[in-house]
């Protein structure tokens, strides 16, 4: 995270300032206007807020974010990886799945933690300034376009198959994604050397296999890996099931630790503001209200809401095992968003949080980007988490060697 001096009191909200002022200062207030009181427990060191734009590709930008904050963690520099390169890749072995599927399987924007080390362990990874992914007359990154026809272009490959494929399908797919993202440069100069994707890949040092993935769902058997039933699941990986409990307990240890955290969740709750820089769960729901959608993002999760919980603390619901399955079987609970967790906190009741980094830029919040996630919140919402195999429980990691 970005460390500057103390600048305006209307900036204490900012997480870029927490490292300063807990040398001054115990307690920080988390929102230019409200009335919580965080205390920082653990803050991980992390790159600058990215903004996705209008694309559905968080899971690319929270899961490099994620990785940007290992390589910190583990001395190896700091460097700001290309969101884009991982999503081109994957859109170009989606695409081979989905043909090979009939068109009977997900072709989106939307990607899961799996794609990174799937893509990273296949075909390396690249820094940004390498493949910046803007080839069509933007600055900001806006998939609306691209996605439709690429997903025209295989509907009508799949359509007019005779008795086989033609062979050119597959160059004409990439020569839209070069239209779009820009062709992938075979070798690319950084910090003075020469590198290839894949030997960028090993000289970052990442062994993709040291990162687990781990979820607690009732449908299928505790303390055995399953097939994340989540739509954008392409590639049909595996996360380790475990009881809520124990996933949030471990999420817990983890960042207390100094290690950080790739977030799945479901953002479409009225206890998400974004703009308020609050995830929570009240009690009392109806106590909130939304005001109106902010077109800036995919659902009501970047809209104003309103509601005396996002002021000061109060009472949240007391979130069961049942409560999230149920959740998750009615479609109330789904896959809608990657984040970073980059830290915890606890408020002036001695409620704990996790400091959730975002990627939809920092001027539609009011904590730069960062906004605070409650352990109800995180125990109901929760679809699924990476993180380093080291980081945890000694029971967990040998239940998983097992």
């Known amino acids: 995270m970005t460390k500057f001096s103390f600048v305006s009191a209307v900036l204490l909200c900012s997480l870029f300032l927490f490292q300063f002022q807990l040398q001054a200062q115990d307690t920080i207030r988390n929102r230019k206007d409200g009335n919580y009181f965080f205390t920082i427990k653990k803050d991980i060191e992390a790159n600058e807020v990215q903004n996705q734009n209008r694309t559905g590709t968080c899971w690319s930008f929270s899961a490099l974010s994620f990785v940007e904050s290992e390589l910190m963690r583990m001395g190896k520099g700091t460097h700001k990886l290309s969101e884009m ?9 989606k695409a081979e799945n989905y043909v090979r599927m009939h068109g009977m399987a997900n072709f989106s924007q939307g990607g899961a933690f799996h794609d990174i080390p799937y893509v990273i362990k296949k075909y390396g990874i690249m820094p940004q300034e390498a493949y910046k992914g803007l ?59 020469s590198y290839t994707a894949k030997s960028f890949a090993t000289s970052l040092g990442l062994n993709m296999d040291d990162y687990v993935i781990i979820s607690s769902f009732t449908h299928k058997p505790f303390y055995h890996p399953f097939v994340m039933d989540v739509p954008d699941n392409w590639i049909w990986a595996s996360a380790y099931n475990v009881p809520m409990d124990v996933m949030l307990n471990t999420m817990k240890s983890a960042v207390a630790n100094g290690y950080s955290i790739g977030w799945a969740a479901d953002v479409s709750e009225k206890g998400f503001s974004f703009k308020n820089g609050l995830a929570i769960v009240p009690e009392d729901e109806d106590a909130l209200t939304v005001k109106g959608k902010d077109n800036q993002h995919f659902n009501d999760a970047g809209a104003d809401k309103e509601g005396t919980q996002f002021d000061s603390p109060g009472p949240e619901l007391k979130i069961t095992q049942e409560m999230r399955q149920a959740a998750y079987d009615n479609y109330l609970t789904t896959d809608d968003h990657g984040m970073h967790f980059t830290g915890l906190v606890t408020d002036q009741e001695g409620n704990e949080y996790f400091i959730v980094k975002n990627s939809w830029g920092t001027d539609h919040n009011d904590c730069d980007g960062y906004f605070y996630a409650s352990m109800p919140y995180v125990a109901y919402k929760t679809i699924n988490f990476i993180v380093h195999k080291d980081a945890l429980p000694k029971d967990l990691k040998k239940k998983m060697d097992n």
């Open 85 to 93: 390169y991982i999503v081109r890749k994957a859109y170009e072995d």
């Open 135 to 193: 080839n069509y007359g933007l600055e900001t990154h806006n998939h609306s376009e691209m996605e439709s026809v690429l997903k025209g272009m295989l509907d009508a490959v799949i359509a007019n198959k005779q008795k086989e494929l033609t062979t050119s399908w597959k160059k004409a797919f990439n020569a839209v994604l070069d239209a779009y993202l820009g062709a992938v440069p075979e070798n690319f100069m950084y910090n003075d050397k």
